[in-house]
């Protein structure tokens, strides 16, 4: 067993890969993918912990036992982290499929984040009514994801919690590649005028000529990630946008829900 | 069966020459860097597509398929 240091890039698999072939735990230029060869020259599996214990599972209690809970096409159960202004924050283990309002629970809520920081924005009534399972999500534009369900307090600025998440992204990539290198601080820094209030609409401007430059130009899906959750805050909290734009920027929010910890990283 | 270009985004440091050789198929982002207009590579331009990929300073222009 090894202990990999703490970083965005280094969970990702051709990341994790080279790090144990003795290289940075930054993400490698594919094909080969590591399930062609990865470690020392081998084929190389590479799942989280929470897949390896779903398959303990199914070997020791079997497939039919397995699929008691979940649905049809997304069978078992997840692990849910819940955070943020909802009933029970932390870590719940849920049947795929069940209802997302239990777990928001009685009181109103802000918007929901979805899936984690490359994840979607749904608003307080479209999040009460979904259910956890990609067949109910996938119509909102949102998918499970990393298991994250985050909910914002009433009355605070969305737009503060996803700039401070996009500028974590920008800041902790591997740097290895120039669209993401460039472009992740050039949205983060276009979104934060956004967010200050766009009196000319430059940056809306800037955000929609950069946004097609940056996805999918990377070694790995973080520039993905990121101008997805980008894109979905534009359109989730467009209202938002527009009264940050008439009249200034909301002062700063008393707590903050989406956490930017500073990573160790390899440099 | 063509050509196409794979551009190897962490060894591109983005000093353009595709750009400049192969202007019908790949066009810089705002930061130098390579974008596809279409990876195939057509016939009249394969020899273009080779030039670009020996005179890449990283090397990070590859041809995949018969190229």
Known sequence: MTVVEQDLPAGEETALVNWLNGGDARPTFAPPRPSDRGVDGWPTLVDNVETLAHVALIARHGAAAYRQAGEVDEPGTILVTARGALARPGIHELAIGSPLGPLLGPEPTGAVLIGGYFGTWLSPDQ??????????????????????????????????????????????????????????????????????????????????RWTPMVAGRGACKLPDGAVRFLASARVAFADHIETHRRSGPCPPNRTTTLPTPPLEGWR | MSARIVINPITCDGHGLCAELLLELIELDDWGYPMLRSAEVPPHLEAAARRARSLCPTLALLLAGNG
């Open chain 1, 127 to 208: 999040a009460r009514a979904a259910d956890l399972s990609n067949r109910a999500l996938r119509p909102l534009g949102a998918s499970i994801g990393c298991g994250l369900v985050a909910a914002l307090p009433v009355g605070h600025c969305p737009l503060h919690e996803v700039d401070a998440v996009l500028a974590w992204l920008a800041a902790n990539s591997a740097g290895q590649c120039g669209a993401c290198v460039n472009g992740l601080p050039v949205l983060s820094h276009a979104f934060a005028e956004l967010a200050a209030g766009d009196r000319t609409g430059s940056a809306a401007a800037g955000l929609d």
